[in-house]
């Protein structure tokens, strides 16, 4: 994939390069560019690569004075695209490449046959995204992509299939950029089709691309898809590589993330031990040392702090020799052996090594990226929300989303911690600011393309008590309703976050005065209890009382006055005892 990178890259992936041929190579340069590349491997787009180095004095060519007649000499269009490549070369930034670029498309357009697909056209199309993802414009980036995949037709051979796979995973790259997950996996899904079409089921390359689709599919919270991508990733290097390589290892690293999300711990384990073997093997300590913090994650898991500590000492001792004492990963392995000693009850352990990596957090070395600040520093807020201390953490975390603001393709995680925000506000009695925190955050969901995922559901759920706290009645019930279409699609009417909606639903429609309304929800709430949920949940009792209730009212007056919104959500509401009883599914529930 040319020029761009999906958030998944690591952060000490190559700079940007745009490739462009030499004027008079194009046919040559076709087959080169158009081959089947290592996803993981593509560089990232950095707003700051693209500035011109102080270091710099070669002179940048000038610009030449070329009138759109020009462009139908069919030698221009190579000549502009070595232009561009010399433009971003001499650091003339990407606005006179992308100049040269966008002229050269239009000469390559012009000088195609008619009827005939031209492959210079998809290519010059493919540096002319490239060069707008990295100044940022992903949105202008989109409808170049999406005309370069419509040049190139697959039929007509391996050539212009390659065109096309690498023009689906370069706009799909794009889409996670902008944070919109399910578009970018659709096109990840058509790149691979088309990669399997030309080369086969069991070619390494396509195991690469299966690979990248899986993490697609892990980062949208689709683990089953996951796992099934990484199988077939595993029996395809299985075939092509020795035993314990370096591409074994990376698969299993990805299949333990999918077994722990499962709850698979120890199938999780098992892979990750033998990925350890594999990164020992190949002398490659560092590797080696980050599978072992894995490793203590899934023995905290499973209870077994001993063995965990030794895992996260042994890594702290390899990142220490080889990185310094104030490398961000010294910082992490502190933040896992703060909540281990948290969850273990030495809340004074617990607190000494936040403090360690908070100041490590601090005072960054060169080359950590804002995104290992920000996720470190979110794991803390973590902690000290546990032990007691909201407001230092709603400072760590407003100083997370200040780090990712401006940073492309973190809009979901930028909504998970806003979501984290409007909780604390909300258990803090701060509604007001809660409902701001859930509006922004389901707003990005929104944009992003996450409006089915479970998490977009819980969220609205959490807005709604806000709303409700806020006496904003009317847009609560809709959020109630939102989300309950949501999660009873996707978590099925049993699942407690589902009971959790209806109760919710049913309180607000009784506010509301809708009886019927409640009285239907309710006798269905209880219905599922009854017939396979069992009854001894507390909360069984609490609905069968209110729904007695609600029929013994709607029996006596079916036009009565609704209940006081007030009464409904205040426990210090002026109410007799017997009267007072809360709904339990009002009580937030943090999903």
Known sequence: MPGLVSVKTPPDASPLTIAVPEAGSVSESRNSKFTFPTPKKTPSPSNSRSRPSPDRKKKSPESPVLDESSLDNPDLGPFLLKLARDAIASGDGPNKALDYALRASKSFERCAAEGEPSLDLAMSLHVVAAIYCSLGRFEEAIPVLERAIGVPEVSRGADHALAA?????????????????????????????IQIEALGETDPRVGETCRYLAEARVQAMQFDEAESLCKKTLEIHSVHSEPASLEEAADRRLMAIICEAKGDYESALEHLVLASMAMIANGLDNEAAAIDVSIGNIYLSLCRYDEAIFSYQKALTVFKSSRGDNHPSVASVFVRLADLYYKTGKLRESSSYCENALRIYAKPVPGTTAEEIAGGITEISAIYESINEPEEALKLLQKALKLLEDKPGQQSTIAGIEARMGVMFYMAGRYGEARRSFESAVAKLRASGERKSPFFGVVLNQMGLACVQLFKIDEAVELFEEARGILEKECGPCHPDTIGIYTNLAATYDAMGRV??????????????????????????????????????????????????????????????????????????IG
């Open 516 to 589: 019927e309304d409640a009285i239907e929800i309710l006798e269905y709430v209880l219905k599922l209890r009854e017939e396979q949920l069992g009854t001894a949940n507390p909360d069984f009792d609490d609905e069968k009382r209110r729904l007695a209730e609600l029929l013994k009212e709607a029996g006596k007056a079916r036009n009565r006055k609704a209940k006081s919104l007030q009464n409904l959500i205040d426990p210090n509401s002026k109410r007799t005892k017997k009267e007072t009883k809360r709904w339990s599914g009002l009580g937030f529930r």
């Open 165 to 193: 796979f690498s023009g689906y995973m370069q706009l799909g790259d794009t889409f996670s950029m902008l944070g919109q997950v399910e578009r970018s996996i659709q096109c990840y899904e058509e790149g691979l089709k």
